[in-house]
């Protein structure tokens, strides 16, 4: 990357939420990830070791605040102090995924918006923006008092979907999962030429859901499910069964942004009739647990490489959400 007229130089550094996915970002970048190491001290308390100057350098660190999130939460807040502290001439908190997103507002009384509470945290350390991908509510960019880029995962999906089964195949429909993701699966169906179908369901309490009917035909057709994450897999395999069983949908292929695959996710997802689960990289594969089969991971290195270098060289970057 050429210097440009401020002068100031780009660094890219990384926690230890997803490492291989910052490497691929750097590598896009043409650059070498910035040395630091984050580790532990025996009671748990992060420690971290800076082993570069970062004196007026345009800083970007790569931080996904998945499981697990407290650790990863309080890893980029103390990268962003030392960072601050060091001199770092801007930090930009590159999160392809934001955790704590879904407790967004008051559901019932006296529940905690701790979105809220962690943008407050995230400025509070000294970030200078924010750069993460499909937050689970849009408005949480209102939280924070500075600069927020949502990038969006649902052109990389959709170009995956066109080369693999063609613009505007007839034989194939965009289901929403539920009734709160209509908008983005509305979308995502124009994207790919499609018609559009919902499944309506009831969720009894957290991490579980009933499904109820649903809203469009989608007998004989091959079913392309879109949501942004998948958690425990509940919603997204129950509306699978629901489409096959009660729709009588042919293949059911499913998409997400975000695989957090908690609990018996992957079990639950395997036991499923889904076909093939597509997901983003931008939280990486349960450690420990073999590769299922019916998962694939496609990357978003390369749209928050040209997201990173636009931030740097201060030109807009609107068009990287078309």
Do not use: W
Not at 12 to 25: K, T
Not at 263 to 277: D, N, R
């Amino acid at each position: 990357m050429n210097v440009i007229s401020h002068g100031k130089e780009v660094k890219v550094f990384a926690g230890n939420s997803n490492r291989a996915l910052a490497e691929a970002i750097c590598d896009n970048l043409s650059k070498k990830l910035g040395t630091c190491k984050v580790s532990a001290f025996a009671d748990g308390e992060v420690s971290l070791n800076l082993g570069e100057p970062v004196r007026g350098s345009d800083v970007f660190i790569v931080q996904s605040t998945c499981k697990p999130v407290n650790d990863n939460l309080m890893e980029l807040l103390v990268m962003i102090d030392a960072m601050r502290r060091a001199s770092a001439g801007r930090i930009t908190a590159v999160m392809p995924y934001f955790g704590y997103a879904r407790q967004d507002r008051k559901a019932k009384s006296r529940d905690p918006i701790s979105a809220k509470l962690v943008a407050n945290l995230i400025t509070s350390a000294g970030a200078d923006r924010v750069l993460t991908m499909d937050l689970h509510a849009a408005q949480i960019q209102g939280f924070f008092d500075i600069p927020v880029d949502n990038l969006f995962g649902a052109p990389i999906l959709a170009n995956h979907y066109i080369r693999q089964f063609g613009l505007g195949n007839e034989d194939f429909i965009v289901v929403s999962p539920d009734v709160g993701s209509v908008a983005r699966a509305r979308s995502f169906a124009q994207k790919l030429g499609m018609s559009l179908a919902i499944v309506d369901k009831r969720r009894q309490r957290a991490n579980s859901s009933e499904v109820m009917n649903i809203i469009g035909d989608v007998a004989g057709k091959n079913v392309i499910l879109l949501d942004d994450m998948v958690d425990t897999a509940g919603s997204l395999c129950h509306a699978a069964e629901a489409l096959v069983k009660d729709g009588k949908a042919r293949d059911i292929y499913a998409c997400a942004s975000h695989g957090v695959l908690s609990g018996s996710a992957l079990e639950t997802i395997e036991a499923s009739p889904i076909k093939e689960l597509i997901l983003l990289d931008t939280i990486p594969y349960p450690a420990g647990k073999p590769m299922l089969g019916k998962i694939k991971y496609l990357s978003v290195a390369s749209l928050f490489a040209e997201a990173i270098e636009r931030i740097y060289e201060e030109v807009s970057i609107s068009s990287l959400f078309d």
